[in-house]
């Protein structure tokens, strides 16, 4: 995967190549801040967090395949 991630083909992915890396950021904030959250509304936020930066990230990564 890294290998996709780091050498864009072509200039139409490189957008989408960006949005795959920002939400795998997203993801890993997300998980981050759910390791150093004590108050459990913030613990449910950073779950619905890592969940939804977790299904875009699934959603670009089959958009990438497609293209």
């Not at 190549?17 to 939400?23: F, K, T, V, W």
């Not at 998980?31 to 509304?41: I, K, R």
């Not at 613990?43 to 990230?57: H, V």
Request: hydrophobic fraction near 35%; glycine fraction near 0%.
């Amino acid at each position: 995967m890294k290998r996709f991630l780091q050498r864009p083909t072509d200039r139409k992915n490189k957008p989408l190549l960006e949005e795959i890396r920002q939400a795998k950021q997203d993801i890993d904030d997300a998980y981050n801040n759910f390791q150093n959250a004590s108050d459990p509304d913030l613990i449910d936020c950073y779950i619905y967090e890592s969940n939804a930066a977790w299904m875009r990230y699934c959603f670009l990564l089959r958009q990438a395949k497609a293209d």
